[in-house]
Each structure stands twice: as C-alpha cells, then as structure tokens.
C-alpha cells in the first residue's frame, strides 16, 4: 500500500469535488473582470512575498486563478476547454482526492518558490498537470492546430524540452519556480522517472559497449 492509498483511506473525504472546474471557472470570470472592469484586479491576486508578509493572505490561494492575460476571448477559450480536458481526465482517473492532493502539491511548490525569490505564479502547476496526462496516456493522439494530428508524448517532449530550456538558462529565481511548480508531478510520478532515466542510461550504455565491441 503505497502513502497515497493510505492517505485516501484516512482522508478520501476531504477531496475537492470538480476541483479543476472551479479553477478554470474563477479564471473566466477574473479574465472578464480584468479586461472589462477593473485591471487592477490583476495586481491583487498576484502571490507577492513582501505584500504577503504585511498580511495579505488571500494571495496563497488567489494567484491559481489569475487566467493567462490573452486578449482573444478565442485563444482564452480554448486554453480553458484544454485545462478542462486535461484536469477532468485526471480526476477520472485518481478519483476527487488524489486529484486534489496533487493539485495541493502544486500550490505549496509555487508558494514555497514564492518565500524563496519573492515571486510566484500557477504557471509550473498548469504545466505539471500537462506532463502528469502526457505521462499516463503517451499514445493519445490530439489534433494540433485542430487538424495536424500527434501524440499526446511528442507534445510532453516539447514542453519538456522548452522547461528545461529555460532551466539551464535562468537565473537562480527561474530554476526554483520551475522546479517548485512540478511538485505535484515530482511526488506522484518521481519514483517512475527516476527508473525509467536508470533504466534508459543503463540501456544506452549496453548498447554504447556492445557497438564498440564490434568496432574493435
């Protein structure tokens, strides 16, 4: 039994319930009043360490539904409907709680990242619930551009790729927030891709001494 099972166990009940809909929901609605109403909205939701510490404390839950500032309500839309798609998958597939934990997990990585550079943001998490689906359903295909059609893998290693991009190239306040923000994949899924990289280094050095063994 692993700390999950154990943990839905005790505390299955506490699962947030069309967590992810809710979200998403929050992030229309603070989009519209951002754009139409009020920008300053924007500015109050943000996860700020110094503004936190002088006892704003709604900013460790509000900054998860501060939408991406597109200004095509289309592109908002559909950045929405592909959150939806995705979360509401993984909540098929762990049940309410798992789902919830996971998404916790996120939050305190990006607070956490928050204390320590000053700054935060629910970017790392979104990208976290990306990689979790590109990991569990690899070979699902999605048709991007909506007619090129490529699995659902090819696109993880894309947005892999462009992570650890920016890792390498960031400053000590970008490498925190990023890897803080894969907190929920690192938890749920670390144990897997810390084998599956021994597995493939092992692999490619088999093949690496046989090829020059041959070479010989």
Known sequence: MTWLDKLERRYGRLGIPYLINIVLGGQLLCWFIIMFINSRLYLA?????????????????????L?????????LVLELYFYWWIGNSLTRAWGDFRFTVYWLAGMLGAILSCFLTGY??????FLSLFFAFAW????????LFFFIPVKVKWLGWAAALVWAVQFLRGGFSTKITLLFGL????LFFGKELYGWVKETLVSYKRRKEWNDRWKR
Not at 45 to 65: A, N
Not at 136 to 143: A, D, G, I
Not at 183 to 186: H, K
């Open 45 to 65: 939701l943000t996860l700020d360490r110094e503004l936190i510490l002088h006892g704003q404390i709604w900013r460790l839950i509000s900054f998860v539904f």
């Open 67 to 75: 939408p991406t500032l597109q200004t095509s309500p289309f592109w």
């Open 120 to 125: 935060g943001s629910s970017s790392g998490l």
């Open 136 to 143: 569990m359903w690899p070979n699902m295909q999605v048709l």
């Open 183 to 186: 907190a929920g994949f690192l």
